[in-house]
Nanobody, 123 residues
């Protein structure tokens, strides 16, 4: 039902910044929370960050705390990920997803995945 489109990825030097966007369209949009995930070649999916849509509670993986900030614009059905002090280890395809249940820290509860946007950090 809901379609998600990620944008904002690109090539950046280590220490630089990028701002990712995730826009939702079509269908009913009433998420409990939305999250950002990433996956690099040969590696498992990694849970980067998430935000509860109404209350604004956030989660960050330890490796991105202090560098990444998740936010949302409820009126525009859009989620953002501000990424600062980027490192080569952040290189991956970044995806956004939705959970409609309350177990927002359980990655198995997320669905409606987008197509992803490539982030490449060079050294």
């Amino acid at each position: 039902q809901v379609q998600l489109v990620e944008s904002g990825g690109g090539l950046v030097q280590a220490g630089g910044s990028l701002r990712l966007s995730c826009a939702a369209s079509r269908g009913t949009f009433r998420p409990y929370a939305m999250g950002w995930f990433r996956q690099a070649p040969g590696k498992e999916q990694f849970f980067v960050a998430a935000i509860v849509w109404s209350g604004g509670s956030t989660y960050y993986a330890d490796s991105v705390k202090g560098r990444f900030t998740i936010s949302r614009d409820n009126a525009k059905n859009t989620m953002f990920l501000q990424m600062n002090s980027l490192k080569p280890e952040d290189t991956a395809v970044y995806y956004c997803a939705i959970t409609y249940g309350g177990r927002w820290l359980d990655t198995q509860e997320y669905d409606s995945w987008g197509q992803g946007t490539q982030v490449t950090v060079s050294s």
